[in-house]
């Protein structure tokens, strides 16, 4: 079954540290993969997506993340965390030949410590 | 901003009540998702519109159904209201069927 997985559900960094997010997928054809941020009370920010070509992408707020075959992976990866940082992320899958539609992994909450 | 606009912000509303949610995509926007979060299910797909066509379908109750209008607005109508309907719902809009989706802020419903 098509499936995203976020094997961490909370996890707590050192403002100033480096972050890596992990996201595995299970999906038959080439996945369009994301990663979206969600703030307290907010909505779903898209940080950042990998469509096709370069396996490390770029995206904003300083995210980058890294899409390997071979380990069905998309891990979100940020070299120094800020505070700001702090929130919900969540890997998701899209199935364009279902018109589109995203599969969500059960996110990963962020905390910053000072 | 996602520019995507969804209203009202927050809902409650008492049980077996009948509610609607509207959102307003993007200009030039085509599709219009609609997603559920809630604690114990996380995100989860309910449906999809593409040029005022419904174009897929989730695991939406047969008590919510959905439409986009000519000027691609869409409405989520959640009928015969439960308290486990409670949750916040997203509305997601994109270019074509093949384009990233963006989201609205989502309208919290509290059914009490």
């Known amino acids: 079954a098509q499936s995203v997985t976020q094997p961490d559900i909370h996890i707590t960094v050192s403002e100033g540290a480096s972050l890596e997010l992990r996201c595995n997928y299970s999906?038959?054809?080439?996945?369009?993969l994301f990663w979206y941020v969600q703030s307290p009370g907010q909505g779903l920010q898209l940080l950042l997506k990998?469509?096709?070509?370069?396996?490390l992408v770029q995206g904003i707020k300083g995210f980058e993340a890294e899409f390997k075959r071979s380990q069905s992976s998309f891990n979100l990866r940020k070299p120094s965390v800020h505070w700001s940082d702090a929130a919900e992320y969540f890997c998701?899958?899209?199935?364009?030949?279902?018109?589109?539609?995203?599969?969500f992994g059960q996110g990963t909450e962020l905390s910053v410590k000072p | 901003d996602s520019g995507v606009t969804q209203t009202p912000k927050h809902l409650i509303t008492a049980t077996g009540q009948r509610v609607t949610l509207r959102c307003s995509p993007r200009?030039?926007?085509?599709?219009v998702y609609w997603y559920q979060q809630s604690l114990d299910q996380g995100l989860q797909f309910l449906i999809q519109?593409?040029?005022?066509?419904?174009?897929a379908k989730g695991n939406i109750l047969e008590r919510f159904s959905a439409q986009q209008f000519p000027d691609l607005h869409s409405e989520l109508n959640l009928s015969s209201l439960e308290l486990g309907d409670s949750a916040l719902y997203f509305c997601?809009?994109?270019?074509?069927?093949?384009?990233?989706?963006?989201f609205g802020q989502g309208t919290r419903l509290t059914v009490v």
């Open positions: 200009s030039g926007d085509l599709s």
């Open positions: 519109y593409y040029n005022g066509e419904e174009r």
């Open positions: 999906y038959g054809a080439t996945p369009y």
């Open positions: 997601a809009g994109s270019r074509g069927l093949r384009d990233e989706a963006f």
């Open positions: 990998y469509f096709s070509g370069d396996t």
């Open positions: 998701a899958v899209a199935f364009y030949n279902q018109g589109g539609k995203l599969i």
